[in-house]
């Protein structure tokens, strides 16, 4: 009888230690096979069912095509039918035209013959060039009359006047007054109001209206300093043409 150790047993037994790993491995395997096999027949058939859809949509489309065939055939006939009858109605028409009366010729008999009797001169004669000759001077000479008539458009400026006085004790109330008393054609004094200057001084601000071809701007400014007493200066605060 032979005696081992137990190292020496070992090293003469067989044993797979790793056998988990390779079934692991062996089993993944068949499941990748598996699914590689199934691949060709998912594909087939949505090939099949894309096949399928193609061909139900383009016997719609088809049947779309065929109905505005048919349309189309049907209006081309009934086109054709209109044209015939068209073509067939038209010689009766052009035989009620040819028939029909020609009342122009007698139209102009009939005129020509009232115009015989009533004697008529149909383009105008020479006593009627005068009367509208006459008429139209007489309205030529009525408009130049009422336009000479017509007002001349009279130019005017409305004029804003600074009066100033000497000092603050000069009495406003009577340069006023002196002021309104110069008269003119053409001229025409309107509203007033004292206006302060300086150290208690006010000046006459007063507007005024004039007729340009009658008062001169220039005259009324000296008129205005003539009164010497009372006035020390005239400025033009405004001017505008109306």
């Not at 505005?68 to 006939?77: H, N």
């Not at 015989?116 to 006459?134: I, K, N, T």
């Not at 601000?205 to 005259?219: F, G, L, M």
């Amino acid at each position: 009888m032979v005696n081992y150790t137990a190292t020496e047993a070992l090293s003469h037994e067989s044993v797979w230690y790793e056998k988990f790993r390779y079934e692991d491995a062996e089993r993944h395997l068949q499941e990748y096979l598996a699914k590689v096999e199934d691949l060709p027949s998912s594909g087939s058939a949505v090939l099949s069912s894309n096949l399928t859809s193609r061909l139900q949509q383009l016997e719609e489309e088809n049947k779309d095509l065929k109905k505005v065939t048919d349309d189309l055939r049907s209006l081309v006939l009934s086109l054709e039918s209109r044209v015939k009858n068209l073509e067939s109605s038209k010689p009766a028409s052009q035989a009620q035209v040819s028939t029909a009366p020609k009342p122009v010729a007698s139209e102009v008999k009939a005129t020509a013959a009232d115009d015989d009797d009533d004697d008529v001169d149909l383009f105008g004669s020479d006593d009627e060039d005068e009367e509208a000759e006459r008429i139209k001077q007489e309205r030529v000479a009525a408009y130049a009359a009422k336009k000479s008539k017509k007002p001349a458009l009279i130019a005017k400026s409305n004029i804003i006047l600074d009066v100033k006085p000497w000092d603050d004790e000069t009495d406003m109330a009577e340069m006023e007054r002196r002021v309104r008393e110069i008269k003119s054609d053409g001229l025409l004094w309107g509203t007033s109001k004292l206006v302060p200057l300086a150290y208690g001084i006010k000046k006459l601000q007063i507007s005024t209206v004039v007729e340009d071809d009658k008062v001169s701007v220039d005259w009324l400014i000296e008129t205005i300093q003539e009164i010497e007493d009372l006035v020390q200066s005239v400025d033009i605060a405004a001017f505008n043409k109306i």
